[in-house]
Each structure stands twice: as C-alpha cells, then as structure tokens.
C-alpha cells in the first residue's frame, strides 16, 4: 500500500466556490506529499492561495476554470469538497469529465464512489477500501517499530494535524517515521492508506492491522497511527475502538481542545483526565496503550488563554501537553520517544 | 422491519454432513417462529432431530435429499452452514437450484450472498444490511420501553442464547418483548434484524439505533438486542461498542462462562467484574447503562461445578447470576425489570 516511490501527482485541486473551507484541499496543501500545480475555484480566481489561507504554508494560484488550470500542467485533479445536497452538480461534473478527457488521474474524497461515474477516467476513489482487507490475526502485535495513535475527547478535533505535526516534529529530529493514515484527507496528504470507516465493520480492526504492518514494512523509528471518532463519540465510538486495537498501539496521544460544545444529540465532552484514563483502560483489555502526551487545540483563544488552557490540561493530567499549531509538537513527541514499546496482554 | 405478521416460512433446513454442529439450523429448530419442515442431512437419512440433538426441543424429520424435503411443502430452504472453504459445494449448489425450481425461497446465512448466483431465485440473504442504514441521530434515546443488551467477557459465549431465554423468562411471566436480532442466526429465528458486523463501520451504531426504534413500534414493554463480540475481542471490539452506544441501552445483561481460553491470539478474557465495570463505564460517556445481572454459561461443567461458578460470579459481582440453559433466565429477567430506564448523559 505505501507506493515504493511517491507517485509525482502534480494536483489541480478542484474546491469551486468552496475553498476557503475545503479541508481535503487545506490538508493538502499544509502537508501533503505531492506537489500542487493550481486551485480551481472561480470565485477567488486570480488571487493567491497564501493571500486567502495564510496558515496553509504552501502558494499555488488559484485559476477559475479547468482550461486555465490545464496551463499549470497537472497530472491529476482533486476533488477535494463534497458536493451540496450528495450529489455531483452538473457544472462539477463537467469538469471532471474535461478533466479525464485531458487525461488527468481523477482523486476523489466524496463519499460516492466517482469511478462508476466516469468509467473511461482513471479515478481513485480514496474512500473505497481494499477488497481483500482480513480480519484482525494479532499479526500486529509483533510489528517491531513503536505505533502511536492519536485518539480524543471528540471528533473533529485535530487527530490528523496532530499526528503530521509529530510527524514533521521526528522529521526535524532525523527519527524516521511512517504516517498511516485511516480518512481520506490523510490518505491523500500521504497517497496511501485505508479509510476505516468505510470498512465493513467485521473488518475494522484488520483493516488498522494491515496499516500498521505495511508502515513496519519501510522499518520506521516510529509509525503514527491517524485517529479517528471518539471513544465517547455514539456515532463513531465503534471505528475508534476498532482502531485502538487493530492498531495495537503502544502509546495514545489525546487530542483536547477548549470546547465544551455537546459532541452530538445532548452527549457531552468527557473530562481529559477521564477520557484519558477510559481510553487506557479499554486498550489495556488488549494490549496496554499509555496516554502520553495531550495535544490541545486551541483555535480560538488567544495567546494568554491558549498558553493557561495548556497548563490546565497538563496539571489535570499530569501528562506534558503542546499545541502542536501554536507551539510545537516537540514536547509530544519527546513523551513517545521515551516510552517503551509495550506488550500485548498475555495470560 | 420487523413483519407486521410474521411470514407463514415452513423450513425444509439445509444442513449436508454436519446438522450435528449447524449453529443457525439449531437456533431455529430451538427458538425459531418458523415451523421447520424437515432437516436434509444425507448423513443421518430416516432419524429425527430429537434423537440427534436432544436439547432443541422441536423435532422434525430428517431426510436425505431435497426431493424428499419436498414430500413435507416445505415454503424456504435455510442455508444454515457454512461451505468448506468457502465456497458452494457443486452438489449443495445443485440442491439450492432445485429448491429454487421448486419455488422455494432461498434463506441463507452466508457471507457469501446468494442473490448474485441464483438470480432467477427468491433469495433472502440474512448478512445483506439494508441500504438505507442513516447514521446514528440520538432518536434512540427517546424509545418508551426499556432497551437490555447483552454483552460478554468473550465473543461466542451465549449472548443471543442469553437473550432468547431472557425473552422465554418474560413471555411466560405476560411481560411483552421485542427481540432485535443482530447476527444472522438471531435474524432467521426472529424473522427480521440487521447483521450489525456487516454494516459499513460508520453505521455500526445507526444500524442499532434503527433496530432499537423499529422495535419500539411494537410498544412492547421490554427491547432485548442481541449482543455482538465483546469489548475486550481485539477484532470485533469496534462493533461491540458501537452496539452499545447504538442501542441506546438502560440496563446490560454481561454473558460470561467458566472458561479461561485466551479469547485470541494470548489476549485474556477480563475477569468478570472488570468487564462489568468497563461496560459500564463505556456506556455511560453517552448513556448511563448499569450491567445488572450476569448470565453464566455452564457448558462442561457438571451440577455441582455449575453451581459454584454461578454462585462465585454472583458473589465477585454483587449481581444476580443465573445459568439460563441449565436454570432459569427469571432471576436476570427480574433483575432487568426493576432496573429504571435510563436518561442519556447530559451536559
């Protein structure tokens, strides 16, 4: 599943009329692999990527049509929003179509799969998982490298940025590292992985199973494991679990943030210092999994109270806590680095 | 979902070589509301089911080829086993095409579909999730009549057995119940249900909150889903959890036996007062849901041994216990009806 060589995607990335909230094409942009010939989206045509989103740490020009697009000389287009109401709009399918027919790879994060779309194109359909995913063996358990995996108090609330931000954190620190990633903006940032919860549920854990043992093929120092759900999460909480132990993890990361917003239908946010225990208890079920380190996310506050909401965490916990956004995900990564790898439990 | 009338199926139960361990065949012969015609097994020709398998409590002729299944108007011929290696013998295919000329519906419990190979076929594959699964909405914790789910220190320990007595123990006492079948010997016995391990990971706990809302209609007094896995079973974890927050649960029934094999690849079963207090704790993130009696499965163990374990289970616990095979469901029934409904974890 890891291409031996990175494929060189050259992306025209397809967000029109969206890009300033198109998470696919941000995550892309701010960490992917591959190189970014242009952005699509005619409502900002014109204008710079790092004029619009300054955070993204890469330009590319953002073009109004894919004819303009084309100049740039991409290999492939990226469609990196969902569509208004599920399905495709008549005016992005179009583009698509032009897109295959200039003979562009068509990438696609859409829940609907795009390849019975346009059957002539060249389509990956990040979504769609493996067809011969096993289900979970314990295989995993011998992997030789540490995995750590991000988990958190909700979704949506960072497991991926933190996980590539420990990652360019070992990268600066010459520790090698394989990221494995389980959604679709991870798998494009990296070009490879599997979206768990678009697994038949029999074969969540198998599915996190082979991540693991496809990053140890390249002998890592490390491999992060990509996050997802919660554990307390109604909707999710079964991929999270999954994903714990399928993984076989040796550390958690947990992932807070400074909302007490409902994760869903009246459920509230635990407390970190219980979701961090909750979390270590059920993965002790398996295989013992530490929290080690909590990554906060402190979008919104400003630097006074994003620095006390830190401590706060810390002290709870009694865990080293980073905004690895605003600061730096060293601390995290130096609490991985020295935990040992664990176990699984024996009888 | 569930069939305002249940349909009129008389089984003729498919079940070559190997009724003796026909998990599915059994579970309908024993709690089925089907009549079961007869049972085609070449290999115990001219006997009868209560001669071969004393506990099922149902007898039906079995007979040696689908021609003579035939002689007792069977309406449905069940699939119940699984292929040797896992794909259609030729003779069983032969069998299941004739059943079909035959106009009998096909009824199968097979990860392989059937649908696709015998087009022309009414088939029902028991595994095939509905199409319309929604993600979990909370509607589920506004169902009137209280929700129990079993749930189990190890997978394959008696859960739906469990459940299916819970239901006997409260038929018998006029309380009124609605079984939610989760797996595909639950489904053929009741007539309805969703093969949760089937289901796309991120619909795991939809496909339970649809269950559980389904069997509300009925308005009976008592909504008893049928678990799957266990918390602690590194590869069906994420399904089990997600049937727990899903269902919307108010009370637990927690399935353990006398065992102390390695549940897989060396991961142990917990010790059951861990595994109560870890459900419970899981649960209540979303829903507060107190494990409120034990089940205890007995297999292997004679009287006096069987005894002692429900005895010593129930003294670890602080909980009713009960072996409902060997005893009686009633003390879990009544430890379930005293139980208040719960409200969901609020902010």
Not at 230 to 242: E, F, K, N, R
Not at 287 to 293: E, N, Q, T
Not at 303 to 326: F, M, N, Q, Y
Request: with cysteine; glycine share 8%; proline share 7%.
């Amino acid at each position: 599943m890891i291409p031996d060589h990175v494929p060189e995607r050259r992306y025209a990335v397809f967000a029109e009329g969206r890009f300033e909230s198109a998470k696919t094409a941000h995550g892309l942009l701010r960490y992917g692999r591959d190189e970014v010939a242009c952005v699509i989206d005619s409502t900002l045509a014109g204008r710079k990527v790092l004029e619009v989103a300054p955070d993204l740490r890469r330009d590319a020009p953002i073009v109004g049509t894919l004819e303009e697009a084309l100049a740039y000389s991409p290999t492939s287009l990226l469609v990196g929003i969902a569509p208004p109401g599920g399905r495709l709009p008549e005016e992005w399918r179009r583009s698509i179509a032009e897109a295959a027919e200039a003979r562009l790879e068509i990438v696609s994060g859409l829940h609907q799969r795009l390849a019975p779309e346009f059957p002539e194109a060249r389509v990956w359909d990040v979504r769609e998982p493996p067809e011969d995913v096993p289900l979970f063996s314990g295989e995993g358990f011998a992997v030789g490298p540490k995995v750590a995996l991000t988990v958190g108090t909700s979704s949506a609330i960072g497991k991926m940025t933190a996980t590539l931000e420990i990652e360019r954190a070992a990268r600066e620190r010459s520790v090698s590292t394989a990221f494995a990633a389980t959604g679709q903006t991870g798998i494009v940032i990296s070009g490879w992985g599997i979206c768990v919860d678009a697994v038949v549920s029999d074969f969540i854990a198998g599915a996190a199973e082979q991540l693991v043992l496809e990053a140890a093929k390249a002998e890592p120092d490390l491999i992060l494991v990509e996050g997802q759900g919660s554990l307390g999460h109604p909707a999710y909480s079964g991929v999270t679990l999954g994903l714990l132990h399928g993984s076989c993890a040796d550390c958690l990361i947990l992932c807070a943030d400074a909302s007490d917003e409902e994760i869903m239908a009246g459920v509230p946010r635990p407390a970190v210092p219980r979701a961090a225990r909750l979390y270590e208890e059920v993965a002790a079920l398996v295989k013992p999994a530490p929290v080690v380190a909590v990554s906060v996310n402190t979008r919104g506050l400003d630097d006074h109270e994003a620095k006390d909401l830190v401590a706060r965490v810390s002290d709870e916990t009694g865990l080293p806590a980073a905004d690895p956004i605003r600061g730096s995900a060293a601390p995290i990564l130096d609490a991985v680095l020295r935990t040992p790898k664990t176990s699984a439990t024996r009888r």
